[in-house]
């Protein structure tokens, strides 16, 4: 099983995770560790590979995993199964484990300098244009200029082909976002995901950004891709605070 640390000045009790696809039982499009249970693999498999993920990090709880929509909502982790529908997740103190899942989407992990509180959001383009990123620092609760960002893999600006319609919804937002697009002709534009989610972290006071160096899209062989694939698995990116008495 294969694994990426973010590389970010947290706390040393404070942990965050990307997965790879290398490692786990599923097979065919899903081949390695898928941890989606709502993509039409075998549902054993992805058990199988839930619970390897949780014996291979040490997890103090099993993650909470969402049903995510591209939307908006925030749950917390100590909230009730019922309530995890949402793009984001929060926690305040250790033993939760926040998770979110991806297949060329971004991956964002926060934390707040004393290692106190925890976030993973889903941010795909609709859910950063709907104001993913926002809620979830509303609902973390820490002052942004205290907080550090992770941006795990997701699909790269060489390859995150929109149409006009995208764009123009950033730019509504802010005409600044225009830098976060290159012109392909015929109304279609290459996207820079990573970009614009630093935008909108700098815009909220969000200034210690790091990450965003992996194309799911240009690596068949460590990451899933829907854009690529169509059909296939899902990383996983998670953030906890181990327990001090540990």
Known sequence: MEWLEADWPAPPWVRAISTTRRGGISLGPYAGLN??????????????????LRLKLGLPNPPRWLRQVHGCAVAAAHEPAAACE???????????????????????????????????????????????????????GSPPESLL????????????????????????WDEQAVVAFTPLGYGQWLADLPLLARHR?????????RGADLCTFQDARRFYSYRRDGGTGRMASLIWIEPRDA
């Open 35 to 52: 941890l989606g249970d709502h993509v039409g693999d075998d549902v054993n498999c992805v058990a199988a590979n839930r619970e390897w």
């Open 86 to 140: 949402a793009d984001a997740m929060v926690a305040w103190g250790p033993g939760q484990v926040c998770a979110v899942l991806t297949a060329d989407c971004l991956p964002i992990l926060l934390c707040d300098r004393a290692g106190t509180r925890v976030a993973a959001v889903h941010a795909g383009w609709r859910g950063l244009a709907a104001g993913v990123i926002e809620a979830a620092l509303d609902r973390l």
């Open 149 to 172: 960002a992770w941006l795990g893999p997701a699909i790269g600006p060489g390859a995150f082909e929109v149409g006009t319609e995208v764009r123009e919804c950033f730019l509504a």
């Open 201 to 209: 972290l700098a815009r909220l006071g969000v200034r210690d950004v």
